[in-house]
Structure formats: C-alpha cells, structure tokens
C-alpha cells in the first residue's frame, strides 16, 4: 500500500501526526511491511502556521499512483479549497482507492469533488462550509461513505488513525498499536 499525505501551508501538524503515528507502526510492527509513504506537496517544505517546518519527499506528483490520499486540516485549507491550480493538483487522485481527510482537510475533498453525494464530517466550526461540497453532514468523529472517509476536528486524527489500522490490517493490530500509544479513547 502506497500513501500520499498532502501537505500545504498553515496545516496543523496534530492533524498529521495523530494519523500517521499509528498508520506508521502498521509498518514498524509488520502488520502491513510492504506499506510506504509519501509526504507529497507544492513546495519542497511547508510550515503551520506557527512557523514548525517539514520537508515534503514528493513535489507535486501525479496522485493517481497512490492507494491512499491522506488530507489533515489547518487553516491553509480554506485558501486551497479555492486555488484552482492546487485543487487541479487533487483531482489527480481521482482513480486512488481511498480519499481520507481529517479537520478541514475534508473541504479540499470536496473543493475536488470527492464528496459529491457522499456524507461527510469536519471541524465542527465548519459543518456550514462543508454542506455545498457533498450530500449531507453527520456530526459523527469518523464517516466513511464508499472511497471516502472523513474525521472530525484534530483530536480525531487518532481515532481515525487506529480505525485505519483495524480496516486494513485487523482488530489484533489496532490493539496492539492503541495498546504501545497509551491510547485509552
């Protein structure tokens, strides 16, 4: 499995490290060895907006070499969601087997197109944004509607990272990965 995680401005990086911490040790445990990633983005580094900066491994690439998009959230999504260019950029992700946001990250889902007649979730501040992008709101913490998944604001991002685990690796290697987290939620 081969997992784009797009990267932008002004992210928040808990949106990021909540899922990709426990979707990591899929790998570091061998419950998925082959699993591979890649921090992909327009710039060759993005910075929160607090100014903590990471460099992307991937510039721009074609997503529809991927299995996965993974979307965090952050304030640069409101700003994405209509640039044309990067939007563009997503839409490459079309044919990928999952579309995965957390936050707002889902509103550049749907900026993309990737929620149309779908149900989906976000920042509880921005269920209202959310509403022109797809078919209707729940206001659960994870919704997964066919190719799609979608988690609420950024303490989320654990929740979906373990579901995650348990969809594509079982119930034994989401215990044993929220069991090395300490993670009680």
Request: hydrophobic residues 35%; aromatic residues 10%.
């Amino acid at each position: 499995m081969n997992i784009a995680y797009i990267l932008f401005e002004d992210i928040t990086w808990l949106d990021f490290i909540g899922i990709y911490d426990p979707i990591s040790r899929l790998k570091s445990l061998d419950y998925l060895p082959e699993l591979k990633w890649d921090m992909c983005s327009y710039t060759p580094s993005v910075n929160d907006t607090f100014g903590l900066e990471v460099k992307s491994t991937a510039i721009k690439p074609d997503l529809d070499k991927y299995d996965v998009i993974i979307v965090p959230g952050g304030l640069g999504t409101r700003k994405l969601a209509i640039n044309t260019e990067f939007i563009e950029w997503i839409k490459t992700a079309e044919p990928v087997k999952y579309k995965i946001s957390v936050c707002t990250g889902s509103l550049i889902l749907g900026a993309a197109g990737f929620l149309k007649n779908k149900r989906a979730t976000t920042h509880y501040n921005e269920y209202k944004t959310l509403e022109p992008y797809c078919k209707k709101v729940i206001k659960n913490r994870i919704v997964e509607d066919g190719d799609t998944i979608t988690a609420g604001g950024v303490s989320a991002s654990i929740d979906l990272g373990l579901f995650l685990c348990n969809k594509w690796a079982g119930k034994e290697a989401e215990q044993e990965i929220r069991k090395r987290m300490d993670y009680h939620g």
